[in-house]
Nanobody, 119 residues
Framework: QVQLVESGGGLVQAGGSLRLSCAAS????????MGWFRQAPGKERERIVRIIWSGGSTVYADSVKGRFTISRDNAKNTVYLQMNSLKPEDTAVYYC????????????WGQGTQVTVSS
């Protein structure tokens, strides 16, 4: 069973940076897709970026394009989200998720990590 554990959240001032990590454990990790999502209070969950594991292609939401960067370390079974130029509206709980097989959707989720950006 794959387990995903996020870390790296916290409180940062507007304009600052944070790097989130998502470490996968449980077995050899080779998902089809990895994604980072976020959910702010009173809002729907938003997918902000996804990466195709094998090829590395990425898709970013317009809200984070140019500010956030996803990367991965296959040897460590870890995905990172580098967040720069943070804004108060980036405040949310951030989740990583994995779609293990094509067509099955995101079927493994981390517990989430809080990111708070103060103005």
């Amino acid at each position: 069973q794959v387990q995903l554990v996020e870390s790296g959240g916290g409180l940062v001032q507007a304009g600052g940076s944070l790097r989130l990590s998502c470490a996968a454990s449980g077995r050899t990790f080779s998902p089809h897709v990895m994604g980072w999502f976020r959910q702010a209070p009173g809002k729907e969950r938003e997918r902000i970026v996804r990466i195709i594991w094998s090829g590395g292609s990425t898709v970013y939401a317009d809200s984070v394009k140019g500010r956030f960067t996803i990367s991965r370390d296959n040897a460590k079974n870890t995905v990172y989200l580098q967040m720069n130029s943070l804004k108060p509206e980036d405040t949310a709980v951030y989740y990583c998720a994995a779609a293990i097989s094509p067509g099955r959707g995101y079927d493994h989720w981390g517990q989430g990590t809080q990111v708070t950006v103060s103005s």
